[in-house]
């Protein structure tokens, strides 16, 4: 079915179905379709997340103080440096991507093979550093105190330097069993516990007359609020429990939502960037083997490529919202 429209000069036929809208293959809107539903699906994210910070803006963790390490550098306070890395390597993998498609429309099967091999290596270094992140953030360096209001206590030096909990708790002759089903307790199980004790952590804290508390309340010149030593050795007293690095119900940073986005926007986007290296991995083996010098089309790498620049695209809006505003 085809509909003709006359103008003034000339008489033009609108696309009656037979023809490709705008030039573009099936395969190419297919993917276009799923790159704008996707981009909805991590726009209410990032929105979720915008409304949950500005809740929550006085409790809420600074990136800079939580993100801090660097592969090999232990010891070393690096804010940030490693996520900007990270999103440099994303972004060159990005470049790559766009010289093996060009490489692919002059039909240079060898270019080709070069950049999609630079592109899954970008990509696997991405995830495995995503990976690091995620061990670092889990496992936690400093370690705070729960009170049983839920706030939650960290501790500091006079200057306003963090102090870890292994740097001054005491060492106590307690006896406490994790409760497992292997030791007899099948009717209950509970995650492993704290390296420290409340009871430690206070008589450390008594101890040593020079350290201070945090709170996870921010400041309006973005500085978290030092209590004195006799308010820091009172809040030190509702203390409920010990938190060590953050999970889904606790975070040693500041707010468990902040724990809660994290791994849920940046594992989601973490999903996307491994699925596009496994993708990756085999049009690279296609391209190998002369899959599409045979069909004299490698449209093919197109098609994951418009995937790989949304995935980086993506990040770009991630690493702005979450680690840097």
């Known amino acids: 079915m085809e509909a003709t429209v006359t103008t003034a000069n000339s008489e033009e036929k609108t696309w009656g179905g037979g023809n490709e809208p705008m030039g573009a293959s099936y395969g190419k809107l297919m993917m276009w379709?799923?790159?704008v539903s996707d981009a909805l699906t991590f726009s209410g994210f990032l929105a979720a997340y915008g409304f949950s910070r500005f809740k929550f803006i006085e409790t809420w963790?600074?990136?800079?103080?939580?993100?801090?390490?660097?592969?090999?550098?232990?010891?070393?306070?690096?804010?940030?440096?490693?996520?900007?890395?990270?999103?440099f390597i994303l972004i060159f993998s990005s470049v790559t991507m766009?010289?093996?498609?060009?490489?692919?429309?002059?039909?240079?099967?060898?270019?080709?093979?070069?950049?999609?091999?630079?592109?899954?290596?970008?990509?696997l270094i991405f995830v495995g550093s995503q990976a690091w992140e995620w061990k670092n953030f889990?496992?936690?360096?400093?370690?705070?105190?729960?009170?049983?209001?839920?706030?939650l206590l960290q501790f500091v030096d006079k200057d306003g330097?963090?102090?870890?909990?292994?740097?001054?708790?005491?060492?106590l002759p307690e006896e406490r069993e994790q409760l497992t089903r292997s030791s007899a307790n099948w009717f209950m199980d509970e995650p492993s516990l704290p390296s420290y004790s409340v009871a430690e952590v206070q008589a450390g804290f008594k101890a040593h007359p020079e350290l201070l508390i945090r709170t996870e309340v921010i400041t309006k010149e973005k500085k978290k609020t030092i209590l004195s030593r006799e308010e820091s050795e009172l809040r030190l007293s509702q203390a409920h429990y010990v938190v060590e690095g953050a999970n889904l119900k606790r975070n040693e940073y500041g707010s468990k939502l902040f724990a809660?986005?994290?791994?849920?926007?940046?594992g989601f986007h973490g999903f996307h960037v491994f699925s596009g290296v496994i993708i990756n991995i085999i049009i690279f083996f296609n391209v190998l083997i002369g899959t599409y010098e045979k069909r004299k089309s490698y449209e093919m790498v197109e098609k994951v490529g418009l995937y790989w620049h949304f995935v980086d695209l993506v990040w770009v809006f991630v690493f702005t919202v979450f680690y840097l505003v």
Request: net charge negative; hydrophobic share 55%; glycine share 10%.
């Open 33 to 35: 379709f799923f790159i």
């Open 138 to 151: 889990i496992k936690g360096e400093y370690g705070a105190i729960e009170t049983k209001g839920g706030s």
């Open 161 to 171: 330097h963090r102090v870890a909990l292994a740097d001054f708790a005491a060492i």
């Open 61 to 87: 963790p600074l990136a800079d103080e939580v993100f801090t390490h660097f592969p090999f550098m232990h010891g070393v306070s690096a804010p940030m440096y490693y996520v900007a890395l990270m999103t």
């Open 260 to 266: 809660d986005f994290f791994f849920f926007i940046t």
């Open 98 to 123: 766009v010289l093996a498609v060009d490489a692919g429309h002059q039909m240079k099967k060898n270019k080709v093979v070069l950049y999609m091999f630079l592109t899954i290596i970008g990509g």
